[in-house]
């Protein structure tokens, strides 16, 4: 099908329409019972997609390997003609009410045309990620309602992959017909029963998804036998024929299962019969995992697709290993390159697995409006943009390994509004916040939270105009070291603590460690107006020399050294606590702490003061004053 032909297919379906509207309008029986304003909205939303498509189709937005998938689309949704003779026992006022009622659904196309237009025509793999409740069944139900069992399958997260024992092999061309009536017989995997009635629950549960691997099973057992069959054909004609002559999509199952599953063989006897061999013993299938069992109707579905299809998968992952389920999907990729994979999934280790375009739903609104964002390119990896992008919350990037960062733990207790995320250092949280901000589909603004690190004022406000704050001590652990905190969690500990005397060994700690607090000053100092240089963005050899010359000019280091001992000099001589804790970067000074309250770890004192602050909010409010306002509020 060429644009010329797809464009006159739609055409005729705004005619056909226009005409059955007519057609209604006449007859009185027909008016009366259809409410015409209702289908004249239907219709004239209808004729708007289909003015969309035919604009897109000529400015070449939809591929010409999308054309018969839209035409199917088409054909499902829309009436092909309206009936002007009825059989005996056909009601004119019946047909034209199914016919009415279908074009009345069609937000239902007009969602899937949205959908696969965002996502670029399903040229591309694609994984969307969304949270339980985002409308992701709910969407890939709505794509299988919509999909023509000529252009893909849909595999569902729900199902019951129940094992059948057949008493002989299926017939497969039966197989086949059977299979197809029932991918377009299930439309929802929300089942209704009555409490009351157990019986019901078994029948329509078992009924709507237990057949389902009867079915795939079905059609793999009747074609190797089919194969089989041929095979021995061959031979008695005389012909000399080799494995792969006979071999059959099961037997691709096969292989592909025998690879992930360890130590165990799936297999097929003489009798047609699904056997796993494991240690020389020999089971039926039908005592596998169920991990084993998604592996054979995963990769049946699948291997069974016509070519060139679509293949949506709600929650590929579900009942498998993480490593199995990357596997499996690495190879019906690689096995189906003729097709393209769309999955459904909250699974991020699944998602930043696939080589493929990455998007979330971002909200859904009941029945069928689905809100998708794409990734943009960003330095943040794609993983965690995923898991951000999917929060409500305000994100908060800080410093610290994502397991036990006491940054995270102190940050999640203070600021409950946020989403908290560690990135290691502060180079990240600074990069991160200016890349997340940059984004198009963020929900959120992003902050970002760092050490002090002995920077200075100037160098601090210009991290603020980026998102970017600290608080008012040196470093994360100086907020153990506020006096007002330890004097309260003294309190809570129902201790006593002389205040006055573990200052002083603060400050003589403070003294003691002062050259080297020094030497990391001017350390700093250097790394930081060198990453301000214009060293980085020469492009001659003689401009690197002069930058680099203008930035070894413009550090001096006896007067850094002068300069920072002389203000440490003064607090220590001043017996000046609270500014010392907000200069001072050493992370020795809180065991000082937790000497006091009898504690043999520092550990021991940071985790009950995180108790102390999650019970307390004495503790919270201390804290929060040290942090800037931009965060609180």
Known sequence: MNSIDLQSFLSQHCDIMRSFYSECEKDHNVSIEIDLKLLEEAISRANN????????????????????????????????????????????????KTIAEQIMNIKELCEAYAFYKKLGFAQRNTVLVGANGC??????????????????????????????????????????THFEQYQNDILTDKVTFDAKQMDDFEYTLTKKYGSEMVKVLGILLGERQVMINKGA????EGYNIVFDD????????????????EHRQLD?????????????????????????????????????????????????????????????????????KDCTFIYFTHDLDFASSRIAQKGWIKEFQYPNNWHIELLEENVI????????????????????????????????????????????????????????????NAPAKAYGLIDRDFRSEEQLKKLESESVYS???????????????????????????????????????????????????????INYTFAESHIKRADTKAKVAENYAAFTKSINIENLYTDQKQKIEKIIYDKDYDNLIKIINHKGLVSLVAQEFRYTKQKDYIEKALSFLKEEDTGRVILKAYFPQELIS
């Open 246 to 261: 006979i071999k059959s999509t099961l037997d691709d199952v096969m292989v592909i299962w025998n690879g992930l599953i």
């Open 268 to 336: 097929c006897d003489e009798n047609n019969s699904l056997k796993i061999k494991y240690e020389g013993n020999s089971y039926d299938a039908h005592e596998m995992s169920d991990g084993e069992r998604v592996i054979i109707y995963h990769t049946g579905r699948v291997l069974l697709a016509p070519k060139n299809s679509l293949i949506i998968v709600d929650e590929p992952e579900i009942h498998l290993h993480k490593t199995i389920a990357n596997k499996l999907w690495d190879d019906l990729e690689a096995r189906r």
């Open 135 to 176: 409308g992701k069944t709910s969407l890939a139900n709505l794509l299988k309602r919509k999909l023509d069992v000529r252009d893909g399958i849909v595999i569902p997260a729900q199902k019951l992959l129940i094992l059948p024992k057949f008493s002989n092999t299926p017939n497969l061309a039966s197989a086949k």
């Open 49 to 96: 997609l289909i003015e969309e498509i035919i604009d897109d189709v000529e400015r070449s937005i939809v591929p010409e390997t999308f054309y018969e998938h839209l035409q199917h689309d088409i054909e499902h949704s829309l009436p092909n003609k309206f009936p002007t003779e009825f059989r005996p026992r056909e009601s004119k006022l019946l047909s034209y």
């Open 471 to 525: 608080y008012s001590v040196a470093e994360i652990e100086n907020l153990f070291l506020i006096e007002d905190f330890i004097v309260k969690f003294a309190q809570y500990k129902h201790e006593t603590i002389d205040i006055d005397n573990l200052k002083s060994k603060v400050i003589q700690a403070a003294n003691d460690n002062m050259e080297l607090q020094l030497a990391a000053y001017i350390a700093s100092a």
């Open 233 to 236: 054909a061959k031979v008695k």
């Open 381 to 440: 990896p794609e993983e965690l943009q995923l898991k951000l992008v999917g929060s409500r919350k305000k994100i908060l990037f800080c410093e610290g390994d994502t397991q036990n960062s006491i940054d995270r733990f102190v940050f999640e207790i203070l600021f409950p509004d946020y989403t908290i995320q560690p990135v290691e250092s502060c180079k990240t949280v600074i990069a991160y916040t200016k890349a997340f901000n940059k984004l198009g």
